[in-house]
């Protein structure tokens, strides 16, 4: 059987894993949602207010600009925590895994494999289109984005792939429904809405695929790592559009990456079985 023919036959029910828990109420979600919503704008506000005491918010430097957004983006966790816990929905890791806890081993492989495909096709397409390194990174605001940006992108998984997948999920319960609404969403959240927000989209629904495909956030969000970290210094040395208005090259660029990343893990995964995806 082809590869293809493996992945239509292939079954998961990480989707509309939401409908599977005892005390599941269609409503649930939306009251999560209200909660969230609060508790992020109170942690927001509290990020603003001590960039503006602390006078970073006045230092004009792109870097510590990103810092304070991927901080804001960050309190979407502790914000979905604590309002699960209240509503009293199910196990917060249900929103992360079918498996029992997180998979630290296919975190990190997936890191390794994104790691790779992305630098052979950054270094490729850099030597086709050419290119001059204007280095305007701030040594010691790079290193607290590198820190920063896996949490920031666990973040935003557990909110669209996690959270808003499942929820749609649960209420249609047609996985690719659920796939492309979560890829809207996830563009919409972007605020991007120039050519740009083609990215986005096919992002979105890359990694909502390989979310339900590997049963789990740990192959999204560490891919999801990977290609922000790979943006964000490629801009920060010159190579890469700093703003989200991108040409027609990096986007076809940046979407040939992340399919072939993907296409990487589940050649593996099929053929080697590298991942050890429960493929009941």
Request: glycine share 6%; charged share 10%.
């Amino acid at each position: 059987m082809n590869l293809f023919g493996k992945i239509t036959d292939y079954k998961s029910d990480f989707i509309t894993y939401g409908r599977t828990f005892e005390k599941y109420k269609w409503y649930k979600p939306i009251l999560i949602v209200i909660i969230g919503v609060i508790l992020y704008s109170i942690l927001s506000a509290i990020i603003m207010v001590i960039f503006n005491i602390s006078g970073l918010s006045s230092i004009k430097d792109s870097s510590i600009q990103t810092i304070e957004t991927v901080l804001t983006v960050i309190t979407f966790i502790p914000s979905v925590y604590i309002a699960s816990k209240i509503v009293k929905d199910r196990p917060f890791s249900s929103y992360l895994t079918l498996n029992t806890s997180w998979n630290w081993i296919v975190y990190f492989k997936t890191l390794a494999i994104a790691f790779s495909v992305y630098l052979i096709i950054t270094i490729i397409d850099v030597l086709i289109k050419g290119g001059t390194i204007n280095n305007n990174l701030n040594i010691i605001a790079f290193l607290a984005i590198v820190i920063l940006t896996p949490f920031q992108c666990f973040a935003e998984e557990l909110i669209c792939r996690g959270f808003f997948m499942q929820t749609f999920g649960s209420w249609f319960k047609i996985p690719g429904i659920a796939i492309i609404l979560q890829a809207i969403l996830f563009s919409i959240m972007h605020l991007n809405f120039s050519l740009g927000i083609i990215i986005f989209i096919i992002a979105g629904l890359c990694l909502g695929f390989i979310a339900w495909y590997s049963k789990g956030l740990e192959v999204s969000s560490a891919i999801h790592a990977i290609n922000n970290l790979f943006s964000f210094t490629l801009a920060g040395l010159g190579l890469g559009s700093a703003s989200g208005i991108l040409p027609i090259s990096e986007i076809i660029t940046a979407s040939a990456v992340i399919i072939t990343t993907i296409l990487a893990i589940i050649t593996l995964e099929q053929k080697f079985k590298w991942f050890g995806f429960n493929t009941d």
